[in-house]
Structures are given as structure tokens and as C-alpha cells.
């Protein structure tokens, strides 16, 4: 599984066109891609600030939805001032019901868009996760 939070600031006055791009990509995620278990938006307490809690069920299909067409023909460059991806891993027993965060190796048959999405967004794994449940 791939887990991440991603810390999202906003430029000012692009809220309103921001949150519409929001709405289109849950709508398109969840209508066409399989590997998504959790994609959520949520307003942070900063001004401006977002944060997307995104689940997929293994690295391959979070590549896909990076790479997707409705991702990658939003303007998100004209409402985003900064961004951060932070992987996670869920605690056992901590009640979010998700699979630990993997980073297996691509397969010897991965598609181009697989490989340029493992060069955008490579997954860290924190070393203190490591033989922790």
C-alpha cells in the first residue's frame, strides 16, 4: 500500500478555482481509478492551507493516478504556491484500518509513466518505521 498527507498552500485569491479542481479530481479518482482506498481533502487551520490524505493500494496504482490524465491536465502550477508529500504509515491498532506504506521495486515491464512517476515522487520510507507494527 502508499500512503500520504500531502501539505497543499494555495495562492491567495485562488481558493474558489482551487477547491473546484479538488471536486473534479475525487470525482475522476474515485470514478476511474480501482487502486484508490482513500482520497480526502481537508482545510487546514492556516489560511490558504489544504491537506489531501491519499491511499492506494500499492505504488503502481498511486503512479497511475499521479500520471493520470485528470491529473495531469489540471493547472494545478496557477493555484498551488507550495506543496510537500509526506508518506505515512499507519500504527497497528490505530484504527485507520490501512495497510503498512510499501516501496517495492517497479517491475522489469514498467510502463514509461510508471518510471517517470517513480523519478517525481519517490516513496520514503522513514528508517524509524522500519521493523515497527
Not at 32 to 61: M, T
Not at 74 to 83: N, T
Not at 115 to 131: F, H, L, N, V
Request: glycine share 8%; charged share 30%.
Amino acid at each position: 500500500m502508499t500512503t500520504l498527507l500531502t501539505h497543499i498552500w494555495i495562492k491567495p485569491g485562488k481558493e474558489e478555482k482551487w477547491e473546484g479542481i479538488l471536486k473534479t479530481m475525487v470525482s475522476a479518482t474515485h470514478k476511474h481509478e480501482e487502486g484508490v482506498v482513500r482520497y480526502e481533502y481537508w482545510k487546514g487551520q492556516e489560511p490558504n492551507f489544504w491537506y489531501c490524505l491519499l491511499s492506494f493500494r500499492d505504488k503502481e496504482a498511486f503512479y497511475h493516478h499521479q500520471m493520470s490524465e485528470h491529473h495531469e491536465t489540471q493547472d494545478f502550477g496557477d493555484v498551488i504556491a507550495d506543496i510537500k508529500l509526506e508518506y505515512i504509515d499507519p500504527v497497528e491498532g490505530g484504527g485507520s484500518g490501512l495497510a503498512r506504506t510499501e516501496d517495492p521495486p517497479l517491475p522489469d515491464d514498467a510502463t514509461g509513466d510508471q518510471r517517470t512517476a517513480q523519478e517525481r515522487y519517490p516513496i520514503s520510507i522513514a528508517d524509524w518505521w522500519k521493523g515497527r507494527a
